[in-house]
């Protein structure tokens, strides 16, 4: 009976259609790319911020838990099936509003039905030399999810958690806080300074069930003058742990700045395989023929953007890298700029899919759990990491497709 009093109240909150417990839709929402079993009473579809406290209220009001998303995405990791049954799914993804942007301070404010997408085709519009890092998944993300989620995205400034503020949240009942300075009316540095004054909460926000951000606002970045994409790769797994030390070593230097891709040769077969000109891309005419062979025999893979202020500091810092990473690895540097896209975590999932993709692992019932252990970089730590890995998943019978963000 509450659950009845309780839908009653959000249809005429939402409307016709912000409203669902239709079957189909909700074994939609209960299915991921592992076995779940939770069971969804329905689904809410807020258009907006007062229709969101007002589904929370009514939430609280009759003790319903609720469980919000963003756009639904989180493949590998759940998607958009809650942590336990009878939770009705809160999406968000008709908030997909840009409130905000300023060119000169390179921010975004946006509400969590945002998509990567969306903010590349906006920043595009507007002539922004400014860009937003990308998953490894898909664009149609969401920018709110993934942040909250402490995704790791491609390229410059790539932990997304740290280059936000001024998040605004609903409390489970119904009332609005703000981060940072925006609990201070008429506030101008809100979207630049997250930490406020005294504690800052933004924390409390990532990864937990205290409040629905309703939007935030993310820090881009400025495109660099100079960009290249540099790969590398190694035949012989002896080879792994002092490449792991020069990588390191780049890093701590600053000679690199962008978020380091390793893969091993199961990840990179993946990608080639589900390519889609995978029969041909070896051949391509404007595929360097001096990675052919690396890529043929490689056991491990690395890649990463070099980016500098200008093509001379560019070009300084790539003879540096050069000579560093040639001592261990064969080592390559590519014309492709910074904001390249890749969906290998994507055809990784799909390795093993017959038939056709829609780019929805849920809906092609791909079956795929991410396990994202955290590790120092050290070659003896990371070493040991991909020692247990590998002889976990094969004596199990899975191949051990192992990517590292670093």
């Known amino acids: 009976m509450t659950l009845r009093e309780a839908s009653a109240a959000w249809r005429v909150v939402l409307g016709a259609t912000g409203f669902t417990d239709d079957p189909a839709a909700l074994l939609a929402a209960q299915t991921a790319t592992f076995a779940t079993d939770q069971q969804i009473p329905a689904i809410l579809f807020p258009k907006n911020r007062e229709q969101v406290a007002a589904c929370l209220e009514i939430a609280h009001r009759f003790s319903i838990p609720v469980y919000p998303i963003s756009r639904g995405k989180n493949w590998g990791y759940g998607s958009r099936v809650p942590a336990s049954s009878g939770c009705v799914v809160l999406s968000l993804e008709r908030m997909n509003r840009i409130l905000d942007f300023d060119d000169d301070l390179a921010t975004l404010t946006v509400e969590p039905g945002v998509s990567f997408a969306q903010v590349q085709d906006f920043l595009k519009k507007h002539g922004a030399a400014l860009t937003l890092p990308s998953p490894g998944s898909t664009l149609e993300a969401s920018v709110v999810g993934h942040v909250l989620e402490r995704g790791l995205a491609v390229g410059l400034e790539g932990e997304r958690a740290h280059y936000i503020s001024g998040l605004e949240v609903l409390l489970a009942d119904g009332r609005c806080i ?188 791909c079956g795929v759990i991410w396990i994202c252990p955290v590790v120092p970089l050290r070659a003896a730590d990371v070493s040991r990491a991909v020692d247990c890995i590998e002889h976990t998943l094969l004596v199990s019978g899975f191949e051990a497709i192992i990517g590292m963000q670093i």
């Open 178 to 365: 703000h981060t940072g300075f925006g609990q201070v009316k008429g506030s101008r540095v809100s979207t630049v300074a997250p930490d406020g004054v005294g504690p800052d909460l933004t924390g409390l926000f990532l990864q937990s069930n205290f409040g629905v951000v309703v939007s935030l606002t993310i820090w881009l970045t400025p495109r660099p003058n100079f960009s290249r994409r540099v790969v590398w790769s190694i035949q012989d797994k002896a080879q792994f742990p002092a490449l792991i030390d020069q990588v390191r070593g780049l890093l701590r230097e600053r000679l690199l700045t962008a978020t380091v891709g390793l893969y091993n040769d199961y990840k990179r077969l993946t990608y080639l395989y589900r390519h889609p000109d995978a029969q041909s891309l070896l051949t391509r005419p404007n595929f360097p023929k001096e990675m052919v062979a690396s890529l043929q025999g490689g056991v491990w893979f690395g890649e990463t953007d070099l980016t500098a202020s200008s093509e001379r500091i560019g070009w300084a810092m790539w003879d540096e890298i050069e000579r560093r990473l040639k001592a261990v690895a064969d080592v390559h540097i590519l014309p492709q700029g910074y904001g390249v896209e890749d969906s290998a975590s994507i055809d990784s999932i799909y390795w093993r899919k017959s038939g056709t993709s829609s780019s929805d692992p849920d809906a092609d019932q």
